[in-house]
């Protein structure tokens, strides 16, 4: 809850040892947030649509064992079906493996996030005369005036567009990595079926 104030009072800047901050907003309304945000939900979607894919290739691959099955040995047929369960299991885990990477480079970001603005914060802390925020979920009663949201998202902003204008490079990244360092390049369509199994008899 906040009080708020005239025209004439919001226009004074005052002095306060605490300075109120809605951290969700900064960084969700920040460039930095808002670029992080697509490159996730873009990775996410090739992620989703990999799933999707691989599950299809599965399920086609299983019907064509079962519907070999008349033609193989018993033996050849467990074989063939331990091996089909593997390969479900492999899959399985290297997909879990990309969902947690994913999430692993949002964290670092978010992390890069706050240290990169950490020196805008300290410059209105110092101004105010703050010696600490306190992040708007932690307050019931407040002066919007102490209240410093909007003008830290603006002075972020700023500050992240210089830093993008020095060192040429997006902040964070356009594009978040969901290939897994030693990824294997089967995909299930790759592996051996059940026509393979048969002529390995």
Known sequence: MALTQGPAEAQQQIRS???????ERLFAESTFGIQLNRALEEAS?????????IEADLIEQER???EARSTMTP??????????DA?????????????????????????RFLELVLPVLGGLLSEYGAYVFLDQRQVF?????????DEAIARVNAALAEMEAQSGAALPPAALETELP??????????????????AE
């Open 64 to 66: 064509a064992l079962t």
């Open 75 to 84: 033996e050849t047929f467990r074989e063939a079906a331990d091996a089909f």
């Open 45 to 53: 979607r090739r992620l989703a649509q990999e799933n999707r894919q």
């Open 17 to 23: 040892s605490v300075l109120v901050l809605d951290q």
């Open 182 to 199: 030693d990824a294997r390049s089967e995909t299930p369509s790759d592996a051996p079926d059940a026509t393979d199994a048969r002529a």
């Open 141 to 149: 009663l407040t002066d919007d005036r102490i209240n410093v949201t």
């Open 87 to 111: 390969q479900v299991s492999r899959f399985r885990e290297e997909q879990d493996a990309k969902s947690e990477q994913l999430a692993r480079q949002s964290d670092l970001e978010r992390q």
